[in-house]
């Protein structure tokens, strides 16, 4: 199993589409890395001078009316037209500050968590496009069944196929969201800030960034083998993005908890929120709805990720056990 797994290993990385997607994923990564430097970049004097004179119009109107614009709105306020608001934060005119002028400062905690997340779908897709192309290119040119010839013990064929997916992609996942982490740090120690950066969390998040990473080389050989074909994977998966997670997620929002992207989200992040509506009829006769927000735990996405490889996995090993391969 072990040289089986070696030699499949040596077979992905000679691949051009395993060199052309890797070099994609290097080009994408130097481009969130520039985009970020880009916008820690702070403001040029011209422009800070600009923020200046807004900060002090605003200020100076509100100095003047914010007292008359307070009573006028608590005079015409309507409860009834405003159920569940607070009058107190509507008509509450806060005096407004310079630090809310002008272009907030880059830091470095609050960039680290979204440049991952960005960092985990095109790694997910990388992997998973390239570990169908790496399984289904076997049966389009009919060298599986050459290769059955030599090892004829399918399981053990089936176990090297898709743990040389999931294992070839590790280092690349370790060494994409180090670069990220690194790259991010950089910027903004230099343009920005980096206090109150927790690398634990920093850290826990790459982890799962990774094995998503694998995962998905995983799943991508999966899909491969039974579809024998990587355009019908990759068709498989648009159309689950488009029909499932867009237009059935948006028309039944009970059902997001069980949508793929909510829990992928929920692993990678340690948790993630998603709104639904929450409608009721008043004794007037007015449907009024109301957008709460729910969590989606870490726990509720871990099981989900997990129990879904393991069903696909039991799926890919009874089909290649079971269908000829030709």
């Known amino acids: 199993m072990i040289r089986l797994t070696g030699v499949e290993l040596r077979r992905l990385t000679a691949r ?11 080009l994408i990564t130097a481009f969130l890395l520039f985009v970020s430097w880009r916008e820690a970049r702070p403001l040029s004097a011209v422009e800070q001078q600009q923020s200046q004179l807004q900060f002090e119009s605003a200020h100076k109107d509100w100095v003047a009316h914010h007292v008359q614009n307070e009573a006028d709105c608590r005079e015409s306020w309507d409860p009834n037209a405003n159920p569940g608001a607070n009058v107190n934060e509507v008509c509450g005119y806060p005096e407004p500050k ?37 399984v289904a290119a076997e049966f389009s040119s009919g060298a599986i069944g050459n290769w059955l010839t030599f090892e004829p013990r399918r399981m053990r064929v089936y176990g090297s196929k898709i743990a040389a997916a999931g294992l070839w992609f590790v280092p690349l996942g370790v060494v994409i969201t180090a670069a990220v982490t690194l790259g991010t740090y950089v910027v903004a120690a230099q343009l920005g800030s980096t206090a109150g950066t927790d690398w634990s969390h920093i850290i826990g998040t790459a982890v799962r960034v990774v094995v998503t990473t694998a995962m998905g080389a ?44 909510k829990n992928f989200d929920a692993f990678v992040l340690h948790d993630t929120t998603y709104n639904v509506n929450k409608c009721t009829t008043q004794s007037d ?12 735990t870490f726990e509720h996405g871990a099981w989900y990720l997990g129990i879904l490889t393991l069903v696909f996995i039991t799926i890919g090993a009874l089909v290649f056990q079971r269908r000829d391969v030709n």
Request: glycine share 12%.
């Open 98 to 134: 310079a630090s809310e002028f002008g272009k907030p400062q880059a830091v470095f905690a609050q960039l680290i968590p979204n440049l991952l997340q960005g960092s985990s779908y095109f790694l997910l897709f990388a992997a998973f496009l390239i570990g169908a192309s790496f």
């Open 16 to 26: 051009r589409i395993t060199l052309i997607g890797v070099a994609g994923v290097v």
């Open 218 to 261: 995983v799943l991508g050989a999966i899909v491969g083998l039974v579809l024998r074909h990587t355009a019908a994977a990759i068709g498989l998966v648009m159309g689950y993005i488009v029909l499932v997670e867009g237009v059935f997620g948006s028309f039944l929002q009970s059902a997001q908890p069980w949508l793929l992207g």
């Open 285 to 296: 006769g007015n449907y009024i709805c109301d957008q709460l927000e729910k969590t989606l």
